[in-house]
């Protein structure tokens, strides 16, 4: 159940709400929302006389909403929501691409590749400074230097990045840098995370993760928006499965599936997904088709020298002609 406030509710009649349902003894957590503030109650809330609080003048309304997941649910909002960086904008109709390598390798690959997927239409890069790999003995990200190739990639386009933050140690220093923060997969349940990240400022990018239930997928970003942080896009980027020709299963239904359950936006990243270069654009197109608010997709110059994920990777011709592609179906072109 979500108790909204009325934006100019007074802090004494905060207060006293909440003073109400410590009475009734049910747990409850207070959210201050970009626009109203809520009370969010979990537990048995049918015995419950609320009419104390549904008669305070700064109560909007009550919402018995039956999902776990109540702010990231439609019932709660039913317009989608619309995240705006620098100039770009993803859900509520507008679709984005973000491109760029897996990993910031040099500043030289970082600008090349920045400059190459802006001409071919990219709205935003990609880099990661911090990565999550499977060997410890794998490149393991270029750090605080990586940050700054990817701001000196920004200064140079102009266009905004994400990049992913892996722990809290280095939360203040990536949110310093970044446009938008990713939370990926192998962290999608790491809570104190997803804690920190509702109180960040920027929009958070969340990946699903590698078996986690749509339901499981949108209590994390719940987690998020919990802390007061609404600007949570979603990530499909393929999940477990019995195959293994393909590094994943892109998990198409999940595209829908959200759409039919939340209003937050949701793009597909096809490179994790399928892990084959050759894969990616029928994957992309089939993700836009389904109704994708947008892509991310990995591009390296030289795929053969990546010191992360180049067998996935296009090179900058080939992801031109994804986004000819993808433009045709979105009716940009
Ligand atoms: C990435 O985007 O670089 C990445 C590691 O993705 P995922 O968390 O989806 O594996
Ligand atoms: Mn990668």
Same mark, same amino acid.
């Given at each position: 159940m979500l108790i909204v406030l009325r934006s100019k509710a007074p802090q004494e009649e905060v207060e006293k709400i909440h003073h109400g349902l410590l009475q009734m003894a049910v747990e409850s957590s207070f959210v201050a929302g970009p626009q109203q503030s809520v009370f969010a109650l979990t537990g048995d809330t049918s015995k419950l006389n609320l009419t104390a609080i549904t008669t305070n003048q700064y109560v909007e309304k009550v919402m018995n909403i039956q999902q776990p997941y109540m702010l990231a649910s439609r019932t709660f909002q039913p317009s989608d929501t619309t995240i705006e960086i620098g100039g770009c904008k993803i859900g509520g109709g507008h679709r984005?691409?973000?491109?760029?390598?897996?990993?910031?390798?040099?500043?030289?690959?970082?600008?090349?590749?920045?400059?190459?997927?802006?001409?071919?239409?990219? %709205?935003?890069?990609? #880099?990661?400074?911090?990565?999550?790999?499977?060997?410890?003995?794998?490149?393991?990200?270029? /750090?605080?230097? @990586?940050?700054?190739i990817l701001a000196r990639a920004r200064e140079a386009t102009g266009l905004p990045f994400v990049t992913e933050v892996m722990c809290l140690e280095t939360f203040d220093l990536v949110e310093a840098y970044a446009d938008v923060i990713q939370i990926g997969t192998r962290n999608m349940q790491n809570f104190p995370l997803l804690k920190?990240?509702?109180?960040?400022?920027?929009?958070?990018?969340?990946?699903?993760?590698?078996?986690?239930t749509l339901e499981e997928f949108l209590m994390s970003a719940e987690y998020i928006m919990a802390g007061g942080n609404y600007n949570v896009i979603l990530c499909e980027r393929g999940i477990r499965t019995f195959d293994t020709y393909t590094r994943n299963t892109l998990d198409i239904s999940l595209i829908p599936a959200v759409k039919e359950l939340s209003h937050l936006p949701?793009?597909?990243?096809? %490179?994790?997904?399928? #892990?084959?270069?050759?894969?990616?654009?029928?994957?992309?197109?089939?993700?836009?088709?389904? /109704?994708?608010? @947008?892509?991310?997709?990995?591009?390296?110059?030289?795929?053969?020298?990546?010191?992360?994920?180049g067998a996935q990777s296009l090179k900058p011709q080939k992801f031109g002609s994804l986004m000819s592609s993808v433009f045709k179906m979105m009716g940009t072109v």
């Open positions: 984005a691409v973000i491109a760029g390598p897996c990993s910031v390798e040099s500043e030289e690959q970082m600008i090349q590749t920045a400059t190459l997927v802006q001409s071919h239409g990219a %709205s935003m890069l990609r #880099g990661g400074a911090y990565k999550p790999r499977t060997s410890p003995y794998s490149f393991q990200g270029l /750090g605080e230097t @990586g940050l700054k920190r990240a509702g109180k960040s400022t920027k929009p958070i990018l969340l990946k699903r993760g590698l078996s986690a949701i793009i597909v990243d096809p %490179s994790h997904a399928c #892990g084959k270069w050759s894969m990616v654009e029928p994957l992309a197109k089939a993700a836009i088709a389904a /109704g994708a608010d @947008g892509l991310i997709i990995e591009v390296h110059h030289q795929p053969e020298q990546a010191l992360c994920d």
